[in-house]
């Protein structure tokens, strides 16, 4: 089978990293991909949001698959144009990414599905917000309503921050603060069968801590070892299968990754978000651990057979991947900078550890960084300890000027291993 994927990010790489090891592909595209992608996957330079260039591409390269990564050709409903010209599409249609597309869009359908969420209010005034904030009391939680890249939340216990993030913002979702920790659990689905994968955790924060301010991801780890064993089951039973089967009501059917980002309340498991797409980073140590060819398994949600699927396989390995970003991510990030040490993480580090790219272009003989996010070191191991120093090692090795990332992602985790 021939493969095109659309988008630019690690978890781009990481999902061309994992069609490139299926024995299924025979040919691996991307658009417009990255200095790292184009190690495994042929690059072509087309706009991601232009669905009929997309769709011109993919029929000209005879793919039988593509697959959409990000939300943003998603809510600009690329899939759908795609679908249109007969191409089996791994992504939701425009309407089915309005679960991610619009905060208080996905608040109603999970009203409708009785699915647990924080209470929440959609304000569009200044009164309106101001009474929000004083009915759910600090800390504060503020969401502008449309695709803001994970940067669009503000939590705080500032009241005059609160009210000034809502300013900026056209229509905001103001809810209830959820205590207790993050998990991020991803299903494929084809709109009715719902195939959960493994869960992840995600780092939000720019700094060690969880202290600075919210970003699109500093770092991920996979398994879970502190979560309840049923976590996926119950997650299953109250969340994906009745959000699938009410977008399916609706006759907006949702195929493609829904990803469900969780509470862990002491009151219970509660939604924070939908996405319409696999996280970045989390997609990084999901598809580490994966051990079932993954191109059959995008086919199959986008052609309606994943009820037909074996059950996925899993390895037993942990892993753990750690975001180098650039200097003054995530507000407005410095480019350009070259970066070293990739070859030696390959010579050094591999199998186990590797790099996947985020913002990277190829500059002649040299890899430069190209935006916020740059690398996804990503590493296994037998444990999460074992898989996070392996992280750090080949982190160790990058050489970006100015760049940033987070020492302790999964480190607590990994204390909880035993390890
Ligand atoms: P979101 O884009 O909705 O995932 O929000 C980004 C981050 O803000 C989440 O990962 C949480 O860390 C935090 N957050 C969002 N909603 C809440 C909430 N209701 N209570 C506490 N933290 C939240
Ligand atoms: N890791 C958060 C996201 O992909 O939105």
């Known amino acids: 089978m021939k493969v095109l994927v659309i988008g630019s990010g690690a978890r781009e790489h990481a999902l061309c990293r994992s069609l490139s090891l299926d024995p299924d592909v025979t040919e691996l595209h991307c658009a417009p991909g990255n200095a790292g992608v184009a190690e495994v996957a042929q690059l072509h330079q087309v706009d991601a949001l232009d669905g009929k260039a997309v769709?011109?591409?993919?029929?000209?390269?005879?793919?039988?698959l593509v697959v959409v990564g990000p939300e943003a050709p998603l809510v600009a409903g690329v899939a759908d144009v795609v679908r249109e010209a007969g191409i089996p599409v791994f992504g939701p249609s425009r309407e089915a990414a309005q679960l991610e597309g619009s905060k208080a869009f996905a608040k109603d359908v999970m009203a409708a599905a009785g699915v647990p969420t924080a209470r929440s209010y959609v304000c569009t005034t200044a009164d309106e917000v101001e009474e929000a904030l004083d009915a759910f009391g600090a800390p504060y939680v503020v969401k502008d309503d449309g695709l803001a890249a994970g940067k669009g939340v503000v939590v705080t216990d500032d009241l005059e921050a609160a009210k000034a993030h809502a300013a900026d913002?056209?229509?905001?979702?103001?809810?209830?603060?959820?205590?207790?920790?993050?998990?991020?659990?991803?299903?494929?689905?084809d709109g009715e069968t719902v195939l959960p994968?493994?869960?992840?955790?995600?780092?939000?924060?720019?700094?060690?801590?969880?202290?600075?301010?919210?970003?699109?991801?500093?770092?991920?780890?996979?398994?879970?070892?502190w979560a309840q064993p049923k976590l996926v089951e119950d997650v299953l039973e109250s969340v994906l299968q009745p959000t699938v089967d009410e977008m399916r009501r609706r006759g907006t059917p949702f195929s493609g990754l829904l990803y469900a980002g969780l509470a862990?309340?002491?009151?219970?498991?509660?939604?924070?978000?939908?996405?319409?797409r696999f996280g970045d980073p989390e997609t990084q140590v999901v598809l580490a651990r994966l051990r079932t060819p993954l191109a059959g398994v995008l086919l199959?949600?986008?052609?309606?057979?994943?009820?037909?699927?074996?059950?996925?396989?899993?390895?037993?390995?942990?892993?753990?991947?750690?975001?180098?970003a650039s200097h003054n991510y995530p507000s407005t990030p410095r480019t350009g900078d070259p970066i070293t040490g990739l070859a030696e993480v390959a010579s050094e580090d591999a199998p186990h550890a590797?790099?996947?790219?985020?913002?990277?272009?190829?500059?002649?003989?040299?890899?430069?960084?190209?935006?916020?996010?740059?690398?996804?070191?990503?590493?296994?191991?037998?444990?999460?300890?074992e898989a996070r120093?392996?992280?750090?090692?080949?982190?160790?090795?990058?050489?970006?000027?100015?760049?940033?990332?987070?020492?302790?992602?999964?480190?607590?985790?990994?204390g909880a291993d035993g390890a």
């Open 55 to 64: 769709a011109a591409l993919a029929t000209e390269l005879g793919v039988g």
């Open 169 to 189: 913002c056209e229509r905001v979702v103001i809810e209830e603060y959820l205590d207790g920790p993050e998990v991020s659990l991803f299903a494929v689905t």
């Open 197 to 225: 994968l493994q869960p992840a955790q995600d780092f939000k924060r720019a700094l060690d801590g969880d202290e600075g301010p919210n970003t699109g991801g500093m770092g991920a780890y996979s398994p879970l070892p």
């Open 264 to 276: 862990i309340t002491s009151r219970g498991v509660r939604v924070i978000e939908f996405n319409a």
């Open 300 to 324: 199959a949600a986008a052609n309606g057979t994943l009820a037909d699927l074996e059950p996925l396989r899993w390895s037993e390995d942990a892993a753990v991947t750690v975001v180098v």
């Open 354 to 385: 590797y790099v996947l790219h985020a913002g990277t272009r190829q500059e002649g003989d040299a890899v430069v960084s190209a935006g916020g996010r740059v690398l996804s070191v990503t590493a296994t191991g037998a444990d999460l300890a």
């Open 389 to 414: 120093r392996r992280a750090y090692t080949a982190v160790g090795r990058i050489g970006l000027e100015g760049s940033r990332h987070r020492t302790d992602i999964a480190a607590r985790a990994a």
